[in-house]
């Protein structure tokens, strides 16, 4: 079945630093991907949306600024956040989705877990 | 806006027992619903879909039913078992957006 894989699966960082996350598809090409945040015991929220080779569309409340949205590839997209703050700690989580057939649905990575102290 | 509610977690069972996790939905239109599973340090995986009223969704013994007059998609499974230790989450897609909204999840746990 279709594979995404995230990087990394954790990370700390320091107050004021910018941190990556890549979420690639490992077996498809996916021709949109899409960010979510998850805090605990709450569901997923959407950040953004982004289509391979074009600017991500963000959810309304997501600072575009702040969490900076890069889909250069069919099967790389990555987030960096940029500047980070306690409160951006959370649980970030990637989907992928193909062009059409059996990878139209989303296909989720396992998550990367950022704490910023 | 659109909106799913799920029940609260955690739910702890026997092996062998009857699950039922309830799944409500608010939404314009008519949604798609769908049931994702996550297993522990995974991603989410879809577990089952229904696309339109009184469709069932099924998938490993899992099962929900798209519901109109009660804007419900519950799960069940008669016989879990303890591999079925997950989170379950409850989501819709609704007016051929490509977005998903996701409910909170709920933590299932079997004893063996």
């Known amino acids: 079945g279709a594979v995404v894989s995230q990087h990394p699966s954790r990370v700390i960082c320091k107050s004021g630093t910018s941190v990556k996350i890549e979420c690639r598809s490992l077996?498809?090409?996916?021709?949109?991907m899409f960010w979510y945040r998850q805090f605990p015991k709450q569901s997923l929220m959407l950040m953004a949306t982004s289509n391979e080779g074009s600017k991500a569309t963000y959810e309304q409340g997501v600072e575009k600024d702040k969490f900076l949205i890069n889909h250069a590839s069919l099967t790389l997209s990555t987030l960096t956040v940029t500047s980070a703050h306690p409160e951006d700690s959370s649980f970030y989580i990637c989907?992928?989705?193909?062009?059409?057939?059996?990878?139209?649905?989303?296909?989720f990575g396992p998550g990367t877990r950022l704490t910023v102290t | 806006g659109d909106s799913v509610t799920q029940m609260e977690g955690p739910v702890t069972l026997s092996e062998e027992a009857f699950l039922t996790i309830n799944c409500t939905y608010t939404?314009?239109?008519?949604?798609?619903l769908f049931w994702y599973v996550q297993y522990p340090g995974e991603g989410l995986q879809l577990l089952l879909k229904?696309?339109?009223?009184?469709d069932k969704g099924s998938n490993k013994g899992f099962e929900a039913t798209y519901r109109k007059e009660t804007t419900s998609f519950h799960l069940e499974k008669g016989s879990v078992q303890v591999s079925d230790s997950a989170v379950y989450f409850c989501a819709l897609s609704a007016g051929g957006s490509e977005k998903l909204v996701f409910g909170k999840g709920t933590k299932l746990t079997v004893n063996p």
């Open positions: 939404a314009t239109g008519y949604p798609s």
């Open positions: 229904a696309t339109k009223a009184d």
């Open positions: 989907s992928a989705r193909g062009a059409g057939g059996e990878t139209y649905e989303q296909y």
């Open positions: 077996d498809f090409q996916a021709t949109t």
